[in-house]
């Protein structure tokens, strides 16, 4: 048996003329790619240009009914008959990948890890929800799986809402109009 010590206090071993190896180490803070993070990466990926490629399909859809409108009649009262129950799989379509996606995403998560990168996340909590943030990717991931979006307070906007404050106090110690 021979070793090798890598960084990071990890040592790869390898045996004779084995061809196996095995890493030994602490890589928690490496980005480590997974089976469920290249799922995650595909699911999201489809997820992103689905609905783009669905419209595209009935944009196509009509083009073809409105070509054979004059041509042959029968086609485009087809397409349009056809047209409601494929809405219907196609929204299907959507839902099963979206869940799919987000029960990968939970499964990372659970783990404590992210599941666009497979670094380990931070748990925070915001507005009674827990955030999970990837110092890695600098992403934001909800409890549900979602990606997490930080939306601005009231206080955070600037004057504007300084003044409306400013003008309810003018108004509530007798200076205002009346």
Known sequence: RRGVVLGGGARLEMSGKSAR?????????????????????????????????????????????FTFTMVYPL?????????????VVVRCGYLVLKWAELKVARNKLAQGMCPACGVRCDKRQVAERSVHDC???RRGFTDTGEAHLPQESAESLGNSSQVEYQGNAVAAEGGGHG
Do not use: N, W
């Open 21 to 65: 190896s095995r890493v030994q180490g602490d890589f928690r803070h490496r980005p480590r790619i997974l089976l469920p993070t290249m799922l995650y990466r595909i699911l999201r990926g489809i997820s992103e240009i689905y609905p783009k490629a669905c419209l595209l399909l009935f944009i196509g859809l009509f083009l073809v009914a």
């Open 75 to 87: 086609v485009p009262i087809v397409l349009i008959i056809s047209s409601v129950y494929l809405v």
């Open 135 to 137: 110092p890695g990717c």
